[in-house]
């Protein structure tokens, strides 16, 4: 999931700089999907926020929402690094 959602964010980062909004909605689908998967919803919503302006073809305020994105992808990264020294589930 790690691996996986810090290349999409850098994906999404690009796209954004990029200016082309449609290309947004495929991977802000997909790391929507993983969060809900792994229990950050949290990072879920706002990886729906991307994918909605992404729908409306629009990157007008993307880079702030993909700051968010990496702010709370951040915080997760932590809390699964700290789960998995202790042998646990983060969100069990």
Known sequence: FVENATATIEVLRRVADGGNGQEMVSPAHSLKG????VGALLMADICERLEMLGKAESVTGAGEVIDRLEHEFDRIKDTLSQHARAGSRPWS
């Open 34 to 37: 993983g969060g809900q998967a």
